[in-house]
Nanobody
Framework: QVQLVESGGGVVQAGGSLRLSCVAS????????ITWFRQLPGKEHEFVAT?????????FYADSVKGRFTVTRDTSKNTVYLRMSDLKLDDTAVYYC?????????????????WGQGTQVTVSS
C-alpha cells in the first residue's frame, strides 16, 4: 500500500549537517504518521523523530536529538525530510523512515507496517 525510499546519507564531520529524504508512493501518504528510526548493528531500532499527518503541525523528537534535528513534510513531493545539524559521533547509524496510519505508540518500531530500506549516516571526528 505504501512504499518508502530513504536517501541522503553519507559521511560528515562532527558538528556538520545532513538532510535525509523519505520519498513515499501511495495515494494516502499525506494521512500517514511518519517516523524516523535509527539502528546500529545488533541493536534495536531507536526512535528519532515523528511528524504527524499533513497539515497537523505535530512533531515529536527524542531527547537526544531535540534542538538539533528537524522533521518536515513536502506534501506536493510526497516526501518527508530529516534535517540534522550539530551531528555527533553517537548519531552514526542506519536511518529508516516508517509509516503508520495513527499515532498510537508512535515511538515503538513494532507499531509500523511500512519501512524503507535505510540510509547510512556516518559521523567522523
Amino acid at each position: 500500500q505504501v512504499q518508502l525510499v530513504e536517501s541522503g546519507g553519507g559521511v560528515v564531520q562532527a558538528g556538520g549537517s545532513l538532510r535525509l529524504s523519505c520519498v513515499a508512493s501511495g495515494r494516502t501518504f499525506s494521512q500517514y504518521v511518519i517516523t524516523w528510526f535509527r539502528q546500529l548493528p545488533g541493536k534495536e531500532h531507536e526512535f528519532v523523530a515523528t511528524i504527524g499527518r499533513a497539515g497537523s503541525g505535530i512533531t515529536f523528537y527524542a531527547d537526544s536529538v531535540k534542538g538539533r534535528f528537524t522533521v518536515t513534510r513536502d506534501t506536493s513531493k510526497n516526501t518527508v525530510y530529516l534535517r540534522m545539524s550539530d551531528l555527533k559521533l553517537d548519531d552514526t547509524a542506519v536511518y529508516y523512515c516508517a509509516a503508520n496510519p495513527d499515532y498510537i505508540d508512535y515511538h515503538r518500531p513494532g507499531k509500523y507496517d511500512y519501512w524503507g530500506q535505510g540510509t547510512q549516516v556516518t559521523v567522523s571526528s
